[in-house]
């Protein structure tokens, strides 16, 4: 079931090689540990060029030359690590036959019903009934065998018996690692339980061999969980799409629909692929892509995304994108890939790990050998005061070697980080933020400052009429038929906000101007009813010989208040301008070369998030809120004002806003820069983390930014922030809660404190869960419901 993707690349001298990528499910990869084992292992196969491991997907990506090796001689390799591969497609065997569909993740398993548990329960028995025959039935613990003449009881029977049953697939596993040179806890605790089983520790040994399977049992429980989320993900997108084909409806394989085909949605259906309403309307649920929380009205000529609820209506879509190029599947790729790459802090702590395990290893060894060097005869030594004893005797410094042999496993501050990342990352996937990878997911946490552009991202970039103003005895109704008529000719979006008011006001039969003509930078002008017909800037105007008082250049936006103010006579008064030039908005003149008829208003909403978005962030601790913008001064100081941000640049080239994100980065520290992913991509470049915004179905926005909201919603900004802070707080607690019990348990293994028992269940199977536990909490991280009062 592995997909092979073919790329042929130049090889030394005049000819190619072809080099293939084999995607294998590896279910039991599930930590840094298996990873590397499996990694050494590929490394001593000739031809293989690079191998992505992903213990967090159990997946594996290896790339290799055709003509050198094989697919086979990869699955050999994996396998000859201790790992079965369920999947590939040169698989000639029964079992990888019936590999999963999705090779993106590993299936779901059944943990405690597994071959592993069977085994680990039918040892758990043998120990308990041990256990009672030791302690509880000391008469009937008689001698049954014996051993190079060593009497072996009922109770060191049964332990045996479960040595067998649970130890033997835990020696298995710690052969594999020795094999490759792995110094991994398989071989740390199957070097524990062949050791104290050969020195007559019975108990040691099967209490050792029950609790490790049963602590592998609950890991792998864990890693199941966390995997689940992104197996939500990406089941979101149906299998199959009900196409129109010759007049009838065709159900097949999404994956087999061409770009162009019609689909059919039906109320209550997912859209099982991109594409565009040619037919009917219906309210569209989007959430799992952009992550509004409210259903979306589609109609025809409106996009909408595979994986989104036809919630009533029925929908025909065409098809944009197949299944694998859909948003949705880019999304699920990216989520893949971010977990793929290393954090800053899961690098330091493979490095770190990299010198604990010898170390604590090394400790172990001395641990054990070092009385047997120095006591000659077995003696005991009271600390005065703490009432610790020291035995003297070599079997019990042999048993806290090997204490110290379980503790020297680094497993649970090395899955700290990415068990912290899968869950964070998978979790804003799911509520329509994209997070390109676990460095951007801690940076985000770490900004002391968040730069905002305004248009589009503050506002809704999209222009509209917010006052009409009345000059001498001019109707509002005749203003728009003549603004409009003029503005039916031109493409600029000015022209298009006030077409639209003009409609929404049921002003109809438009005048058709003659002598249409675009004067560049001020205005347009044609002929109505044989007059001349002027509509721009009050420079225009000025130009034309009018005295308008208070008049200004114009603006891309505003705040928007709308209404319609009449002025006294045939010019306007000094206050009409000047409020509508105090509230930052675009004024359109409209009259000829002898009258005024009167003047619109046109202003860039702010988004209703946007003053709930700001404060959020200062509440969780953003020190520095800034807007950078191309706007004038005028514009820029009314929409700060009004959203509540710390300070303002107006007047910026795209030059200038990276300038503005340098200067940033140099007074508060590290900086995140909010953008629309394309005007503003030199700035999302330059600052430590780039956030586009609306970047569902845009491929330049999805590709350039470190992270994407997949929505136009401002609101999700301080649950990014959030998310990302939290995240780094829970990775903080998760390594040193890690280390401090592990370093705890060092110290009282030679103090004879700490049982293997203690060892295996507090520092191994304890803090393993516990840091999975704590990982997971991150996706009870909702985005606030962020709305201006």
């Not at 059944?110 to 758990?124: C, D, F, L, N, Y």
């Not at 058709?512 to 930078?521: H, I, R, V």
């Amino acid at each position: 079931m592995a997909e092979k993707s073919d790329t042929a690349k130049q090889a030394s001298g005049s000819g190619q090689r072809r080099e293939l990528t084999a995607r294998l499910v590896v279910p039991e990869m599930d930590c840094p540990s298996c990873a590397q084992k499996v990694d050494k292992s590929l490394q001593r196969v000739d031809g293989v060029v690079e191998a992505t491991l992903q213990p967090t997907t159990g997946t594996a990506n290896v790339t290799y030359v055709s003509d050198r090796t094989s697919e086979t001689d990869v699955v050999e390799a994996i396998e000859a690590a201790g790992y079965e591969v369920v999947g590939g497609s040169d698989s000639d065997t029964d079992e990888r036959e019936k590999a999963v569909d999705n090779v993106d993740i590993a299936p779901a398993s059944e943990v405690w019903t597994s071959p592993r548990a069977m085994k680990t329960w039918i040892g758990t028995a043998f120990v308990t009934l041990g256990l009672f025959f030791e302690f509880l039935f000391t008469g009937q613990n008689v001698a049954i065998a014996s051993f190079l003449d060593y009497p072996l009881h009922v109770a060191d029977v049964l332990f045996l018996g479960a040595v067998a049953a649970s130890g033997v697939p835990v020696v298995r596993s710690g052969y594999y690692s020795a094999k490759n040179r792995s110094l991994d806890i398989d071989l740390l605790m199957g070097t524990a339980i062949i050791a104290a089983t050969g020195i007559g520790y019975f108990v040691e040994a099967a209490t050792l061999a029950v609790l490790f399977s049963i602590a592998e049992l609950l890991e792998n429980y864990a890693m199941d969980r966390s995997r689940d989320s992104l197996r939500e993900l990406m089941e979101l997108s149906p299998d199959e799409a009900t196409v129109k084909r010759d007049g009838e409806e065709v159900t097949m394989p999404a994956d087999e629909v061409a770009v162009g085909e019609t689909v059919v949605v039906r109320p209550g259906s997912k859209i099982p692929l991109d594409g565009t309403v040619v037919e009917g309307e219906s309210a569209v649920d989007q959430s799992p892509i952009t992550g509004e929380s409210v259903p979306v009205d589609k109609t025809v000529g409106d996009e909408v995304y595979a994986g989104a609820v036809n919630e009533e209506g029925y929908l025909e879509v065409e098809v944009t994108s197949t299944a694998g190029d859909s948003t949705l599947s880019r999304i699920i790729e990216m989520v893949q890939g971010a977990q793929a790459k290393k954090t800053e802090t899961e690098q330091f702590v493979d490095r770190f790990s990299g010198y604990y395990t010898p170390l604590v290893v090394v400790l172990a060894i001395l641990t054990a050998a070092i009385p047997l060097l120095v006591i000659a005869d077995p003696v005991s030594v009271e600390v005065s005061g703490y009432g610790i004893t020291f035995a003297g005797d070599w079997q019990t410094w042999f048993i806290r070697g090997l204490t110290l042999l379980v503790i020297a496993c680094p497993c649970a501050f090395v899955i700290s980080t990415p068990a912290s990342v899968v869950s964070g990352i998978t979790s804003a996937a799911k509520n329509g933020v994209l997070i390109k990878g676990g460095n951007y997911l801690e940076a985000m946490g770490e900004v002391d400052a968040v730069a905002l552009d305004k248009t589009g991202t503050l506002t809704k970039g999209e222009l509209a009429v917010t006052n009409v103003v009345l000059a001498g005895n001019t109707d509002e109704a005749t203003l728009l038929r003549h603004t409009a008529g003029l503005e039916r000719r031109s493409e600029h979006p000015i022209a298009e906000a006030i077409l639209v008011h003009a409609d929404e006001a049921g002003v109809s039969e438009l005048p058709d101007p003659t002598d249409f003509d675009s004067l560049t930078g001020k205005g347009i002008c044609g002929e109505i009813d044989g007059e001349t017909y002027y509509a721009g800037k009050p420079a225009l105007f000025e130009e034309l010989g009018f005295d308008l008082p208070r008049a200004r250049s114009a603006t891309d936006g505003g705040v928007p208040s709308a209404g319609t103010i009449e002025t006294d006579d045939g010019a306007f008064t000094e206050d009409a301008l000047a409020a509508l030039e105090r509230e930052g908005k675009t004024v359109v003149i409209v009259g000829t070369e002898s009258e005024l008829l009167g003047a619109i208003a046109i202003a860039d909403e702010v988004r209703p998030a946007s003053k709930g978005a700001v404060e959020r962030l200062h509440e969780l601790g953003v020190k520095h809120v800034v807007m950078l913008t191309g706007d004038n001064e005028g514009t820029a100081r009314v929409i700060a004002e009004q959203v509540g941000i710390d300070e303002y640049r107006a007047e910026l080239l795209p030059e200038g806003k990276v300038d503005a994100i340098e200067e940033l980065q140099a007074e508060y520290g590290e900086v995140a820069m909010v953008g629309d992913g394309i005007n503003d991509a030199p700035a999302l470049a330059t600052a430590d983390v780039g956030v586009a915004m609306g970047a569902a179905g845009t491929d330049t926005a999805l590709e350039t930014a470190d992270i994407a909201l997949m929505g136009d919603d401002i609101g999700r900004l301080p649950y990014l922030y959030e998310l990302s802070n939290t995240a780094n707080g829970v990775i903080r607690q998760s390594i040193w809660a890690s280390l401090g019990v592990k370093f705890m348990l060092a110290l009282g293994v030679p103090l004879g404190l700490v049982s293997v028992a203690l060892a295996v269940v507090v520092g191994d199977m304890g803090m393993s869960l516990g840091v999975t536990g704590n990982a997971m909490r991150l996706s009870r991280i909702e985005p606030d419901r962020i709305f201006d009062a």
